[in-house]
Each structure stands twice: as C-alpha cells, then as structure tokens.
C-alpha cells in the first residue's frame, strides 16, 4: 500500500479499461439504437480472440495485421446473427426476447468452439507480448499500451463515424427516436443491420487483446459478459460517453481495492459499488432518467 | 370444466407418486430427483418473472443459499445423517426469502432492462462470496454428514421431498394467480405506469412477490445439496441455472401455470438422460441453444399456449359449423389465453 502502488493501479485502469470500453461500446450502441441487449458479445469476443489465435498458430499471422482480417470477419458475424435472429424479433417484449435469443446464440457458439479448440486454456502468444518499459517505478506492459492506443483510435474512429457522416447522423437518429428517423427516411432496418455488425466488430481487437493478457477458453464468456453489461449499466445504457467512465472504473475500483485490501476481492468491491451506484441512480451515471420505460 | 381439469392435474400427479414405485432403476430414478427440483424452480420463477414481466437472472443466489443452509446447519450441528435433514429444506427456503427482501427492493428499484443486469451482478457477489469467505469452504466446497441409505432406495425419499416442492410452489402459483395479488403482478406486466396510476403500489408487490418466489428456489438447493452429499461454490451458484429455468419456463409457456412444469419435466429429464448417455458437454450445449433458438423464434408463447391456441381455434370452427351453440370448453379456454398470452 504506497503512492506506486495506487499510481499503477491508476495506470491498469486507464489501460485495461480503455479495452472494456471498447468491447462495451458495441454493447451500449446496439442497446441505444436497437434496443437489443446482446448477450452473445461475451462470447463473440472470446470468439475474436480465437480468430486470432488460429490465424497465428496456422498461418503465422502477427496479432496485429490478424485484425485486418479478423475484424470484417466479425463484423459479417454480426450481421449474419442481426439478420438471421435478431432483426425478426417485433413487439413490446423485444428487449426482453432479444436477452434470450442472444443467450441461445451464445450457447451455440460456446458448443461450437468447445469442440473445436477443447476446453484448454490458451493465451495468444507474441515476441511482444510479454515485454514491459518502466516510466520512473511503474512499469508499462507493451500489449497494454498497444491495447489501449488501439481502443482509442478505434473509439476515436467510431466517434468521427457517428457525430461527422451521414450514416452516423442515421444511425443517432435511430437512436434517438426509431419511428421519426424512419419518417424522415432514414432506412432504419439497415442502420440496424449495420450497426450491430460494427457493434460486434469491435470484438476482434478487443479479444485479441483480452486474448493476449489473459488466458481464456469458451467459457471464459461468463465472466466477460457479466462485466460488459454491468459496465454498461453503470454507465447508462445507451451512453457512450458512460460506458467509457464506467470500464476505467471498473478495472480501477478491482485494482484499487486488490492493492489496499486483497486480491481476491477486488471483483466483489467492484460489484457491489455497482449495486450502490445504482441504489443512487437507477439509470446509470449517464443514463437518461426514464428515458425509455419498460 | 373446471372440474375436469382439476382432475387432469389429479392423474398427473398421481402418475408422478407411482413413478419411483414403477421405475426402481437408480439410473432413473435419479433422474427424476433432478427433474423434480428443477420442475419446484422453475414454478417458482414463473410466479414472479412469468407473471410480473421482470426476468430475473440471479435466482441461481437463491439456490445456492438454501444450499448453502443445509450444508452449513447440517454440520455445525452435528446432526445424524438421516431424515431428519429433511428439516433444513424448508429451512433454506425461508432463509433464502430473508436474502430475497433486501435484494428485491434494491433490484427492483429499476426498469426491466437494467433489472435484468442487476440480478445478475448480485449472483455474481453471491457466488464471489461463497468462494472468498472461509466459512463457506471456499472453491474446495463443504461435505455434508454422509446419508448411508442404500443404493438402490437411496433417491426415493429425495423424489418425495422433491414431489413435495413442487405442490408446494405450484400451488402457491396458482393461489396468487387468483388472487389480488396477482393481478397486480399481471398488470405491472401489461402497463407498469398505468398501474402505479391506478394506485397498485407497484414496488411493495414486485418485492413480495419476488420474495415469495425465493422460497421453493432456496427449498429446491438444500435439497440439492443434501441429496449430492457435497456441494462447491461454481456448481450451487451456477450461470446457467437461471438460463436453464428461463428457457424451461419459455418452452412451457411464460406466465402458464403448467408451462413451467412442463419445459421442466421435457428439458431436464432430456438434459440428464443425454449427458449420462453421451458425456458430451459440447454438444449438449450446441443442441440445447438451437432447441431455445427455435423454441424462441418460432413458438414464443410456449408449448402450453400454442396447444391451446390450437384448441381453441379448432372449437371455434366447430361453433361456427354448429351455429351459435354453447361450447363450454370455449369459455374457458380463452380466459387463460389472455392471461398467458402476450408473454
């Protein structure tokens, strides 16, 4: 318990949780415009890191350039399953269908690479992955810092998408109100379609990254969706900006608490600030109130 | 009609009390414990999430705390292994319902969607609980005080128990369904707003009515961990326990009364009998999402509802070819439609 100490768990949250955020983000924008909660982006980011792992065990291909190929590969993943299932989903349960149907997608998925890559742990692997700098006494894993500039310049590229072209324009329209952005003739089925394939994208770097810090097999998807929602919840669900804070936070509270009481409850103080976050405001840090009922 | 349905229930549950005494392959008949749990679970979570709307995901805590209770109670103790741990089961489903009341009034603080997230961050803190604290054994588990009944009559008495629970939570599913309170819960489903306007004190009933809803989840663990013997924290508090009640309770028919029953008794006795024939896990999992993604898709309102839509629009075409004629079975079967329907 020193200032070191609390500077570099500062440093893990800023770093890791710029990931998080990231894998989040695609959560909150698919809940903001679709009203769809995702379930399956746990597991489709272990199936991102997968991608990445076969790429590199079969065909030698770095973690980086992988992502040339493993992002479009996972963006057509998204709009395979937007199209397939989620885009047949009507009526006032949607939402709440939709927390299914993902789940059972999910499943699939989980089943399907039990059996292909077995249930071992593994962990992608690179000349760089495990290689550190130190700036004064805290020190800076190079996978992290390539993590977490990665993160930012794809939420940098998603922001520009959004708030400076047209299809961004679409796209907040939809999520501000779905039946006038069709009025004003916004083809509000495609900007579904699309977004939730960008929304799932976003997994390929942020598995290939959660890959190479951790090791992980299929059900490794657990523990991942059940922080991606509640990051997205803590930070409003919709909220973009939210989902940012709230990863930080997330990584930060755990490191935090591992550092100055122990390290098998730094998941537990993190949950439980959720629920109090919560008790205070039910809509999230940057949720709007009551914006949508029900 | 009413009178011949009762009496549908009567022989089903008389094919139920006669079923270990047909069946004495252990094989099987550990099966049916099995089934016999999750059919009292997923009753239970009907009577709150079917009727009210709120899909809870955390009920898998529940479970592991009246698991927990047997496991804890029964041995500090010292009691002889025997019947008389038949005591903590309902024991665990009271002390899972104390749990219930705090967590019920923070989760349902909040709307649907966020509720969902909610009751699952709260299993994950159970579930992180039970392996951090010393009490609990940690990810080593609890061994309980060892039943030396033989092995071929060893799971009757746990189906009995089981057997029980499950009138027990099936009743009170129908009790509340005819009760005031129970239209409550349906009407918070149907218009949470119009119902606070109409002076439903929306949070006092969804609190109760979760809380109620813990008691044959909480009854169901400790039986659970009596009859296994031991128990760990990653199996009592499980993720895909809820996921499995959800999807028993959608394949039967949301917000049904015998739905739940019924997506219990095909999924879990399907689920036991294909994991002791083939150990597959992997493809268990592939079969039962495609099995939820169809169930989903093409049959949303459940087995119970289709069946009876079937039903019902075959005797209104009888009518029509009848004329105007009275059809009892008219009357009554539309009635539950509207109740189950729209799920």
């Not at chain 1, 097999?217 to 930070?235: K, M, P």
């Amino acid at each position: 318990m020193n200032a070191i100490a609390l500077l570099s768990a500062a440093k893990d949250g800023v770093l890791t949780g710029s990931v998080y955020a990231l894998m989040a983000t695609g959560l909150t924008l698919v809940f903001g415009v679709m009203d769809i909660i995702n379930i399956a982006q746990g597991i489709l980011v272990i199936l991102g890191a997968y991608l990445s792992y076969a790429l590199q065990v079969h065909w030698h291909i770095d973690l980086f350039v992988g992502l040339l190929i493993t992002t479009p590969t996972m963006f057509i993943v998204g709009v395979v399953i937007e199209r397939a299932f989620i885009g047949r989903l009507k009526g006032p349960e949607k939402t709440a269908m939709s927390i299914l149907v993902t789940y059972a997608v999910s499943l699939l998925i989980e089943g399907a690479l039990n059996m292909i890559f077995s249930v071992n742990d593994v962990q992608l692997q690179a000349s760089y992955v495990s290689k550190s700098f130190a700036i004064g006494q805290v020190h800076f894993g190079f996978i992290y810092v390539a993590g977490f500039i990665l993160a930012a310049v794809l939420l940098g590229s998603l922001y520009v998408m959004l708030y400076r072209t047209r299809f961004g324009m679409s796209v907040r329209a939809s999520l501000a109100d779905q039946a006038s952005a069709a009025l004003v003739g916004i083809d509000v089925r495609r900007v579904s379609t699309i977004t939730f394939g960008i929304g799932v994208a976003v997994t390929a770097a942020g598995g290939m990254i959660y890959g190479a810090t951790n090791s992980f097999n299929a059900s490794s998807s657990y523990d991942l969706i059940s922080r991606l929602l509640t990051i997205i919840v803590l930070g409003g669900m919709g909220s973009l900006g939210g989902a940012m804070l709230a990863g930080i936070a997330m990584v930060f509270i755990g490191d935090v608490v591992g550092v100055v009481w122990s390290p098998v409850w730094s998941t537990m103080a993190y949950f439980v600030v959720l629920v109090l976050v919560l008790l205070w405001r039910p809509q999230g840090l940057f949720g709007r109130a009551s914006a949508r009922v029900a | 009609m009413l009178r011949a349905r009762n009496l549908w229930w009567l022989v089903v549950l008389a094919a139920f009390g006669v079923f270990p005494l047909v069946v004495t392959n252990p094989t099987y008949t550990t099966i049916a414990v099995f089934t016999v749990i999750y059919m009292a679970c997923a009753s239970s979570w009907n009577m709150f999430s079917g009727y009210s709307g709120y899909i809870a995901l955390g009920s898998a805590a529940f479970y592991g705390t009246g698991a927990y209770t047997m496991a804890l109670l029964s041995i500090h103790l010292h009691m002889a292994p025997g019947a008389a741990m038949f005591w903590l089961v309902p024991l665990g489903g009271l002390v899972a319902m104390v749990f219930a009341v705090p967590i019920g009034w923070i989760a349902l603080r909040v709307r649907r969607h966020t509720f969902v997230v909610i009751t699952i961050a709260i299993f994950f803190i159970f579930q992180l609980s039970a392996i951090n604290f010393g009490f609990t054994g940690g990810t080593s588990g609890l061994n309980l005080p060892f039943i030396t009944w033989g092995y071929q009559y060893y799971n009757v008495p746990f189906y009995y128990v089981g057997l029980g629970l499950v009138i027990v939570a099936t009743t009170l599913s129908a009790l509340v369904r005819r009760s005031r309170f129970g239209m409550q819960l349906l009407a918070i489903r149907d218009d949470e707003d119009r119902a606070l306007g109409l002076g439903v004190r929306t949070h006092a009933v969804k609190v109760t009515g979760f809380t109620l809803s813990a008691f044959a989840v909480g009854s169901a663990g400790a039986l659970y961990a009596m009859f296994v013997g031991q128990i760990y924290p990653q199996f009592v508090y499980d993720p895909m326990f809820d996921v499995s009640i959800a999807l028993m309770t959608f394949l039967g028919g949301l917000g049904t009364l015998s739905g739940p029953l019924l997506g219990a008794l095909l999924l879990e006795a399907s689920q036991q009998y294909l994991t002791i024939q083939f150990s597959n896990g992997s493809l268990y999992l592939i079969l039962f999402g495609a099995l939820f993604l169809i169930v989903i898709m093409f049959m949303p309102q459940g087995i119970v509802v289709a069946l009876r839509d079937r039903v019902t629009r075959r005797a209104e075409r009888e009518r029509a070819a009848v004329s105007a004629n009275e059809a009892p079975l008219v009357h009554d079967v539309p009635r539950d439609v509207a109740v189950g329907g729209a799920g």
